[in-house]
């Protein structure tokens, strides 16, 4: 079964990442090697599946555990070289950092958010202590930079208006 287009770059990327981390001696040298190993890397079946264990919920491949490394190696047809295997697993390497990246920015932005949602339960609970008592609510909110305005809140509704940011605005009821 020929390789998928996703299968023979990774294939591709993993060979031109094991020459890469090859020590050059000579540029002829190091031509040849590059040529074999290319040469290699279409005649190897391994792909990107062989050496995960599919992916997760977020679509993260899995890393595959290997017991013997022998047993791994002569898995494929023919048997993949020690720089081929190098190759994928550094472009796997470098995958696995870009999702670790994107969750640290995620997780950041995140944490970013927890004082203004912490500010805004702050704020509904006085709605809802002012709501049972039966009070209304005169408030001063920002209109502009500089400019604020007073404005009475009409507690007994029992709904607030929390804006989320990005244009979305969620309506709850206490």
Not at 2 to 8: D, G
Not at 50 to 66: L, S, Y
Request: overall charge negative; charged content about 30%.
């Amino acid at each position: 079964m020929p390789p998928s287009e996703e299968e023979a770059k990774a294939t591709a990327a993993a060979a031109g990442a094991a020459a890469a981390a090859a020590p050059s001696s000579g540029s002829d040298e190091d031509a040849e090697k590059l040529k074999a190993l290319a040469e290699e890397a279409e005649n190897t079946s391994l792909s990107l599946e062989d050496i995960t264990d599919g992916k997760t919920d977020r679509g993260i491949p899995q890393a595959k555990f290997i017991d013997d490394i022998g047993k791994f190696v002569e898995s494929f047809s023919p048997p993949a070289s020690a720089e081929l295997l190098i190759g994928a697993y550094s472009d796997l390497f470098s995958k696995f950092k870009a999702y670790e990246q994107s969750l640290s920015q995620k997780r950041l932005t995140y944490q970013q958010k927890i004082p203004e949602i912490e500010k805004s339960l702050t704020l509904v609970k006085h709605l809802k202590a002012k709501q049972e008592e039966g009070e209304t609510v005169v408030t001063r909110y920002n209109l502009a930079d500089t400019v604020y305005t007073k404005a009475e809140l009409d507690v007994d509704s029992g709904i607030v208006n929390l804006w989320l940011g990005a244009n979305v605005m969620i309506e709850y009821t206490y």
